[in-house]
């Protein structure tokens, strides 16, 4: 029987706590959980058969879940979904050796909170009215080009110039709502990291980390962007444990 | 989950249950998507890997021209045979991709954090 690990927990553990806390709450597939400290790091675990361990909508929630619990109460590091070694003892060793970068980014990530913001629309309508709005998307490459005699090949290319003019429209729309919120980031000292058309209707998907305390301040900030872009859907999601902003490379 | 995470959504979309949903699909697509190669399939595997790489640069290559044509930089005859080789880079790819029953999805490898390549 192997562990899986949930989340690494920082700070002056009180382990009778801990361990109250930790006994109402179950890990995947019901499984009790316990706490392997090492100094003033303790990692989260339950025992798990490896080979029965599926990465389906059930386990995905009960791991989430246990990380969301302790979220409430300790300053963590959530591991990811399947993170599995095959002892305490190992656990433990692990602890020991990567202790200076588990601190380091626990106390990044201390009293602060993980936002997502999803910003999705409708790109074709988008590009649409891009379009509308200006010329130079429909000029030809050059004046000889539309001018010259029918050829298949530059007709291919003033297509595929369009095209190239459309997706370069709607980045430079995209960063524009990226420097807008941008903006606002910076007044709250937030960290960010921010992705462009990760799907065909998702135009920025991006994640914050920023004190906990300023949830209410993000909120009113993405409310005001939103009535200014009515086209767009403004999705803030949070607060999550800080899923995005653990940077460290384990050493075994 | 214990609170609802929420916060701001003007939409009608069910966004909880379509962000999970996706990301459990993710999960299943990354299985998908890597390159399984058995004595069976050597050729058809390998050619997913190759295909994905020169589809990766085939679109490279026409993002890089396309700013050169709106540029203004070509002359007509460059822009002529440069939209000739394009077009017979693209069929010659759609032929490829026929031959060994591969689909646009297939070349679009997932990595993990960083996203789809293309």
């Known amino acids: 029987m192997e562990k899986i690990i949930y989340a690494i927990l920082s700070g002056k553990i009180n382990h009778g706590k801990l361990t109250t806390l930790l006994s109402g709450i179950k890990g995947i597939e019901g499984a009790d959980l316990v706490a392997v400290s090492f100094d003033q790091i303790s990692a989260v675990v339950s025992n798990i058969e490896k080979a029965d361990l599926v990465a389906n909508q059930i386990n995905a929630f009960a791991f989430a879940h246990v990380i969301e619990i302790l979220e409430e109460d300790y300053p963590l590091l959530p591991m990811r979904f399947g993170s599995i070694m095959k002892s305490a003892g ?163 | 989950m214990s609170e609802n995470k929420i916060l701001c959504n003007a939409g009608t979309v069910d966004f909880s249950f379509q962000d999970i949903s996706t990301e459990v699909d993710k999960l299943k697509n990354i299985e998908d998507s890597r390159l399984s190669l058995t004595p069976d399939n050597a050729d058809s595997g390998l050619a997913k890997l190759v295909l994905t790489l020169v589809e990766l640069i085939r679109k490279l290559i026409e993002k890089q021209a396309m700013r050169r044509v709106d540029g203004g930089s070509l002359s007509d005859d460059e822009i002529e045979r440069l939209g000739e080789t394009l077009m017979k880079l693209e069929m010659k790819m759609e032929e490829l991709k026929k031959y060994f029953n591969l689909t646009d999805r297939d070349l679009n490898i997932n990595l993990g954090p960083l996203g789809d390549l293309m």
């Open chain 1, 90 to 252: 190992s656990i433990q060793e692990m602890l020991e050796k990567n202790y200076p970068e588990f601190r380091n980014n626990l106390q990044k990530v201390e009293n602060k909170s993980e936002f997502g913001l999803k910003i999705v629309c409708d790109t074709e309508k988008l590009k649409t009215e891009l379009k509308s709005k200006s010329d130079a998307v429909n000029e030809p490459s050059q004046k000889s080009v539309a001018e010259s005699r029918d050829s298949v090949f530059r007709e291919y290319v003033n297509q595929k110039l369009k095209a190239h003019r459309l997706e370069e429209m709607l980045m430079g729309y995209i960063d524009s709502i990226i420097a807008e919120f941008t903006g606002f980031l910076i007044e709250l000292d937030a960290v960010k990291k921010i992705k462009k058309m990760t799907t065909a209707t998702t135009i920025i998907d991006a994640v914050f980390l920023l004190e906990k305390d300023k949830k209410a301040e993000l909120i009113l900030a993405i409310e005001a962007m939103q009535s200014k872009h009515t086209g767009l859907n403004f999705i803030l999601t949070g607060p999550w444990p800080p899923y995005s902003f653990v940077d460290i490379t384990l050493k075994q």
